[in-house]
């Protein structure tokens, strides 16, 4: 048995200046033996839908991790995919809730190492240095373009179709998760968020934001920036840092 994990994390969301609901949801979850978990979910789905969705997907998340007993990079698949076939269940059973969805990313700190599983464009970065880094691969298709060479970063930013995504959880009866092993050590901060910040705050400002303060003035902070610059959509943040010792 090694030492404790030293880790402090803070989560902030809002629901914007425009919108009447939050379909963003979020959940704080921490182990003895497992680590932490930190999932973080975009809805999507007239009515209610992105709003079930997106609750369903860290419930089920948060439940998985809970009760786990494999491996961390396997618990994620798992859980992702034990949390599509939930919200697709319920969308069988209920048919105002038809064809919602969700993005997903989860980052999970264990003692075997650091992990993300995402699917959608919610995303996770890497401040190290005052260098950010984005860690996930947006699957919208926008994204899909900009890694093809066909749109620059700058035009895939305001691209009209910006918010269609190529993947997200709980529309199909079955979804592909991309999962890594990421590098996190002391000193770095780690950021999750939904579109509401990434697609209206700049990553200059995000770094910078990220990196001052305590962890819970820069989510502040960040969710601040996202409504100061129109507060167009939900926004959710959570930052994650890992001390010495
Ligand atoms: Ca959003």
Redesign the pocket.
Known sequence: MGSPIRVAFASRTHVGCVRKNN??AFGEFTDPERGLLLVLA???GGHQGGEVASRLAVDVLGATFRTATDEPGPMLVRGVEAANLRIYGRALRDETLQGMGT?VVAFHLAKLGSFVAHVG??RLYRLRAGKLEQLTADHSLVGELERHGYLTAEEAAVHPRR?ELMRSVGPAAEVEVDIAEIDFVPGDRLLLC???LC?YVSDEETARLLGEGSIEEAAEALVEAANSAGGQ???TVQVVERSAG
Do not use: F, R, W
């Open positions: 379909q963003d975009d809805g999507m993005t464009d919610s918010n939904s579109d509401g697609g959509d939900n926004v």
